[in-house]
């Protein structure tokens, strides 16, 4: 294995102890509140590169997110479909 | 989803699924979260590098039958040295200040002779300490 592919490895098993961290980070503000913001500030992701159909290579991609989302939940009387409705508002 | 008293963010929020998936190939930036317009959590990314801070960290509560990242940092010694092998450090702050961090880049001085790791760091025994406290269900 080249050491480049190593380094790929260690960054992947590394991302996997965040990505289970922030996951329960955020399953822990989940449930807790009426409106939830979440502000990104020039997040930088690295999407890897993934095999189509037929083993297709059809590449990576490099993401960067800035922006405000805004999640809101209202109340609604007025049918059982409608008594939750959910928005999403993304501010600047 | 109606609960308690009150409306809440529904648990299978698909924003929050995807974020955990985004963050896993994260490499830069910074996201912060805020409930009812109040902060509560910034996360910062920076190749390898990740800073957790809990600026209400009492939303954080763990219920003490409850398992899961936070009894990893009760038990931070192996966790730290996944960190390490994977070339990852992950620093905690409560309120701004760093209270401990842990894997590739902390250095322990003094704190080796309180958590026994070459990769646990306690910056601020004083805000560990009230991080643990604010963590802990009553």
Redesign the interface.
């Given at each position: 294995m080249s050491e480049n592919t190593n380094e790929q490895g260690k960054t992947q098993q590394g991302g996997s102890q965040w990505a289970e961290m922030i996951g329960q980070l955020l399953d822990r503000m989940t449930g807790k509140g009426a409106s939830v913001t979440y502000a990104f500030d020039n997040l930088v992701v690295d999407i890897p590169r993934a095999q189509g159909p037929g083993g297709r290579d059809i590449g990576g991609a490099k993401w960067t997110v800035n922006g405000k989302v805004l999640i809101t939940w209202e109340a609604h009387q007025s049918s059982e479909e409608a008594r939750q409705r959910a928005t999403v508002s993304t501010v600047t | 989803?109606?609960?308690d008293d009150?409306?809440?963010?529904?648990?299978n929020?698909q924003?929050?699924d995807w974020?955990?998936?985004?963050?896993?190939?994260?490499?830069?930036?910074?996201?912060?979260?805020?409930?009812?317009?109040e902060p509560?959590?910034k996360?910062a990314?920076n190749n390898?590098t990740?800073a957790?801070d809990l600026l209400e960290p009492t939303?954080?509560?763990?219920p003490e039958d409850e398992t899961?990242?936070?009894d990893k940092l009760k038990t931070a010694s192996e966790f730290a040295r996944?960190?390490s092998?994977?070339?990852?450090t992950?620093s905690f702050l409560r309120k701004g200040k760093e209270a401990v961090r842990l894997g590739k880049d902390a250095k322990p001085t003094l704190s080796k002779m309180v958590t026994g790791s070459d990769d646990i760091q306690l910056n601020s025994a004083r805000e560990f300490a009230k991080l643990k406290g604010d963590l802990k269900t009553d």
């Open positions: - | 989803m109606l609960g009150h409306l809440h963010i529904d648990k929020d924003l929050t974020l955990s998936k985004a963050l896993k190939n994260a490499k830069e930036g910074a996201l912060a979260i805020s409930f009812e317009n509560a959590v996360i990314i390898g990740l957790v939303l954080f509560r763990i899961g990242l936070f996944k960190l092998d994977n070339g990852v992950i």
